[in-house]
């Protein structure tokens, strides 16, 4: 099928682009054993509360921290489709026979290498200052499909935005916008039952709270199936509803030309 | 002959003010090279933007090939703004492009290998097109567009930007194109000396419409006069002088006279200034160009950084 190929060709461009430049690899290695680091450092006290209900922080903490680096890297993915509008490939691109999807799924599937690259490395650092995995090498592999899932459905989302705004400043002004809320407003850092109600709530509609909470089920040796299956499903709904976002905001964006 | 193109009643809006264009209609035979000439902001982008299924006209009927739906691998496009990616080589650039168009293996090498050679980007081809020069990346640029073999190429103002031996050398790049590959082709342009260079046929716009379309010599003797420019002392006087006589209007630092046989009435206008004790610096007749053309129909100038 060419929408496939298509994809490939553009994957393979993508890959290109992200190993010439340095700064972004070197980032992307450093970014998430740092995170990992200083986030289990800072909030280490935080197992010394009573009602906090568990023995080591880090193991609370791991399977946030990877799902906080997926939703980060995707938020940003919009970045490269305005870099290419600058360019003036978008523009080639979309003259061009190839599929609109393959432009899009194309850049999201190298993103998806770099986010599986980064899970691995945050897992390893998470393994190392004392996370246990007791779901074993399976919950491993689905703690990351799940934190893919959740980057993949920013990343569509952000490229939708991109698409939108076409200028780097508004984009990266509404990533933060957006991100910041998402990151405190869930469970990722506290239990829920220690924050107000009113957080609890909001968390409820949190994708990143989504994803943390069915990724802390599926690296435990007994994971709560439910709980898995309802929040992944939301993610793989947002990511649905996020891909005719973004076949809307191809058509709005060729209505301004 | 077919017509490659028909658009009729084309119109696009931006916003709720801006008219892009007009209620415009354009026919264009296959097989041959038209120039869109007209000042900047005349509708010349937007037209080629419909035509490549890039933007929506909000009205109107369009065919390409007597076709009303666009068969995308047919044409080929070379767009205003670039499109090279600047991350990839030259030839990490074509490859794609001939890849996303379907061509494959032993074809798509040989054909890359073609157009590196027929663009003199061979030795360049390993580098990255961001290092590349202005002249080389439109050579690129070219060569993307055309590396399926198009029926139809949209080439977008260029040469907008490059230096005028950069120019000369892409002239020459598409005059081997037409000769070679006899597609058809659409060029954009505000530049009168291109259009002139290379097209069989010029269409010029304003403010959205066509307003009027033949060969360049068929353009030319619309205007029918020549043009005597004059500089002389005294040039207040000299214009109330030859204004009883002639089509006079201030140009600058001269006057300029529209005139049926300029080579005839040169020594008449100077007789007449000397009689009246008017000291003539210079004067030169010049054929009716392009720019001329423009004004006739449109009332207006080419801007004088258009013409240059």
């Not at chain 1, 938020?75 to 609109?100: C, K, N, Q, T």
């Not at chain 2, 209620?23 to 933007?49: Q, V």
Request: negative net charge; hydrophobic residues 45%.
């Amino acid at each position: 099928m060419k929408v496939w190929s298509d994809t490939l060709w553009i994957f393979v461009r993508s890959i290109r682009l992200y190993v010439r430049t340095p700064f972004i690899v070197l980032m992307t290695v450093i970014q998430p054993i740092l995170w990992m680091f200083l986030f289990g450092e800072v909030f280490s006290s935080m197992a010394d509360i009573p009602s906090f209900g568990g023995d080591s922080y880090i193991e609370f903490l791991g399977p946030g921290i990877v799902m906080m680096s997926t939703m980060m890297a995707g938020a940003y993915a919009g970045l490269g489709i305005i870099s290419d509008y600058r360019e003036g490939v978008l523009d080639r691109l979309l003259i061009s026979p190839i599929h609109r999807s393959a432009i899009v799924l194309g850049g999201l599937l190298q993103e998806s290498v770099t986010m599986v690259i980064q899970a691995l490395l945050m897992i390893g650092a998470a393994f190392l200052l004392g996370t246990s995995f007791s779901g074993g090498i399976v919950g491993v592999i689905q703690l990351i499909i799940i934190a893919v899932l959740l980057g993949l459905a920013m990343g569509v989302l952000s490229t939708s935005l991109a698409l939108l705004v076409l200028k780097e400043e508004s984009l990266t002004a509404a990533v933060s916008f957006i991100t910041m809320p998402l990151l405190f407003l869930s469970g990722m850092f506290v239990p829920l039952d220690l924050v107000p109600p009113w957080i609890e709530k909001f968390a409820a509609f949190n994708p990143l709270n989504w994803a943390v909470e069915a990724g802390r089920e599926v690296i435990t040796a007994q994971p709560d199936w439910d709980i898995v299956i309802r929040y992944s499903s939301y993610l793989l709904l947002m990511f649905s509803i996020a891909c005719v976002f973004v076949l809307l905001a191809f058509r709005k964006y060729q209505k301004t030309l | 002959m077919q017509n490659a193109i028909e658009m009729k009643h084309v119109k696009k809006t931006y916003g709720k003010n801006v008219i892009a264009l007009n209620d415009l209609s354009l026919m264009i035979k296959e097989g041959i090279t038209l120039s869109l000439l007209g000042p900047n902001g005349s509708g010349k982008t937007t037209i080629i933007r419909i035509l490549t299924s890039l933007a929506y006209p909000d009205d109107g009927e369009i065919r390409i090939f007597g076709s009303g739906k666009l068969d995308k691998k047919i044409i080929g496009c070379v767009s205003q703004s670039s499109g090279v990616d600047p991350m990839g080589t030259g030839k990490e650039n074509l490859m794609l492009q001939g890849r996303i168009y379907g061509l494959k293996g032993d074809v798509l090498k040989k054909r890359v290998d073609e157009l590196l050679t027929a663009f003199q980007l061979q030795k360049d081809a390993n580098r990255l097109s961001k290092q590349y020069s202005g002249g080389m990346k439109r050579k690129l640029d070219l060569a993307m567009g055309i590396i399926h073999r198009p029926k139809l190429l949209f080439l977008d103002e260029p040469t907008t930007g490059l230096d005028p031996e950069a120019r000369k050398d892409l002239w020459a790049a598409i005059k081997q194109l037409q000769r070679k590959e006899g597609m058809t082709v659409v060029l954009t342009t505000h530049y009168m000396e291109e259009a002139d260079e290379l097209s069989d046929s010029i269409a010029f716009i304003n403010d959205g419409k066509i307003v009027v379309e033949g060969t360049a010599e068929e353009l030319k003797s619309k205007v029918g006069k020549d043009t005597v420019s004059i500089t002389c002392d005294n040039q207040e006087q000299a214009y109330t002088i030859l204004q009883e006589t002639y089509e006079t209007r201030r140009e600058k630092e001269q006057l300029e006279m529209m005139v049926e046989q300029g080579d005839q009435e040169l020594s008449k206008i100077s007789g007449i200034l000397t009689k009246h004790s008017i000291n003539v610096t210079s004067i030169s007749v010049s054929k009716p160009d392009l720019g001329d053309v423009y004004l006739l129909y449109t009332g207006k100038k080419l801007r004088e950084e258009e013409n240059e």
